[in-house]
């Protein structure tokens, strides 16, 4: 009993260790920490007056991805590292495309593959025939030179961001032939003995009334997804709702309440390695940033209001 009290004791230590270290590496970049009510990430140097959205780490969080569009210009992916206690400054991802270009980046739980969206040419074509979703590998000195996500995935001709859970199953927004982007909505892929056999289109509790359903950030544990549509019922442009998976079975979407969603556009969410953040997009056609906000406190709020009822 004494040996499995004190391996206990090292669990709990490690926890808040790595926990302590992960929000010290994000105060380096931004001192101004969130609780409730959110405020916008890395302003000056991630948030500019450019559109930015769209942002990734690694477990450690000593490693940032995200999207950023300037002004008249396409969408390309900016990183930034931690080195020797600073952070560097934002530059541009080296896979940048020369032809077409790159946004959403999503490094998986284990941080071993890095995704992204592409319009690049596939297979050194001339030409690109679609959104593609292409993704690099860790490697001992860095990252892998990417490459497109193999079939099933190859077979639609827009697939846009991309996330995954602990045992590799994928969450994207696509679409059939012919649909108008407003009726995309959200697929998954499960991860069988190692392969992607097939894309399935997720149920009406996820698919649910409403337009530009997109942007499905599912946990790691696939216990909750985060994701984004306009509804009549909602603040204003697209707003942030979450749906609970429980043995299998989604719950309807939850608006996340008018802290969050305001009368301009939120999207694009991700939640911090540790669980402790949501990150996410507010912003309107041409100026939009990043924002970040205390995650706990929201989702343990609407399980209880569920719960209530």
Known sequence: MKRVNITLQLLVFLFFSCTKETQSNLILLDSNIPTDAPLVFGEGIISTNNYEFAITFTPEMDEIYFTRRKNGEDNKIYTMKLIDGKWSNPEAAFFTATEGWDFEPHINPNGDKLYF???????????????????????????????????????????????????????????????????????????ENGQYKSIKRMGKEINTSGKWIAHSYIAQNESYMIYDFKSDLGFGGSDLYISFNKNGIWSKPYNLGPKINTNQTEMAASVSPDGNYLFFHRGGENKGDIYWVAFKPIKENILKNINNK
Do not use: C, H
């Open 117 to 191: 969206g592409s319009t690049r040419p596939l297979n050194d074509s001339i030409k690109s025939s679609g959104l593609y979703q292409w993704y690099s590998k860790r490697e001992a000195n860095g990252w892998s030179t990417p490459i497109p996500l193999e079939k099933p995935f190859l077979d639609k001709s827009i697939i846009m961001y991309l996330t995954s859970t602990e045992n590799g199953n994928l969450y994207f927004t696509t679409g059939e032939k012919g649909d108008k982007p407003e009726d995309w909505v959200i697929y998954n892929s499960v991860k």
